[in-house]
Structures are given as C-alpha cells and as structure tokens.
Nanobody
Framework: QVQLVESGGGLVQPGGSLRLSCTASGNIYTINAMGWYRQAPGKQRELVAG???????NYADSVKGRFTISRDNAKKTMSLQMNSLKPEDTAVYYC???????????????WGQGTQVTVSS
C-alpha cells in the first residue's frame, strides 16, 4: 500500500514563511511527477507547484517568486518552501504524486490527506 503524508502546515502572519513536507511510503517502485495542490473554502482545488522526477519545476502565477518546490528522490520526499505568505494563500494543501507501485505495472495517482495553512494576523 502506498501513502503520502504531509506535514508542516499551521498558522502564520502575513509576510511569514512555512515549509511543507510530503513523504511517500509503502510498496513503491518509482515516483514520477509530484506536485502540491491547494483548496480554499468554496473554491476548486488548484495546482500550486509541480516537479518532475528529473527536477523540472512549474508554478502557478500567483506563487511565482514566493514558493519553491523541491524533492529528494532517494528519501521519497517533496517540500514546498513558502515565503512572503499572503492571506489569499490560506487553504488546505495537498501532496500529489504519480507512483508505480511494486504490485502494479502501471502508474497510479495518489493524494495525501492535506495540511491546513492559515495566513492571518
């Protein structure tokens, strides 16, 4: 069984920083693309940042220059460094990954349980 577990959310003042982490565990053969999504109340889930297994990155326009995505393939982890946080960044942040389990010959898409980020004074 494959799991994604996020950590690092919390309450922060505007202009502050947080670092989110995602750890993959279980019967994993390979991890391909990974990404961070977020969903604010009453809004659709949106892509925040993505990273390929080779390290290519892409960001939503709203977070460019403020957020940095990274991954450690050996440790099966992904991080999101969030700086200059704004109230509009408040949302539940989800880890997502395309993973080929050792028990399957295809890639499957997995989600973490989400971690709350609240930016407020």
């Amino acid at each position: 069984q494959v799991q994604l577990v996020e950590s690092g959310g919390g309450l922060v003042q505007p202009g502050g920083s947080l670092r989110l982490s995602c750890t993959a565990s279980g019967n994993i053969y390979t991890i391909n693309a990974m990404g961070w999504y977020r969903q604010a109340p009453g809004k659709q889930r949106e892509l925040v940042a993505g990273i390929t297994s080779g390290g290519s990155k892409n960001y939503a326009d709203s977070v460019k220059g403020r957020f940095t995505i990274s991954r450690d393939n050996a440790k099966k982890t992904m991080s999101l460094q969030m700086n200059s946080l704004k109230p509009e960044d408040t949302a539940v942040y989800y880890c997502n990954a395309d993973i080929q389990p050792t028990t399957a010959m295809i890639r499957l898409n997995y989600w973490g349980q989400g971690t709350q980020v609240t930016v407020s004074s």
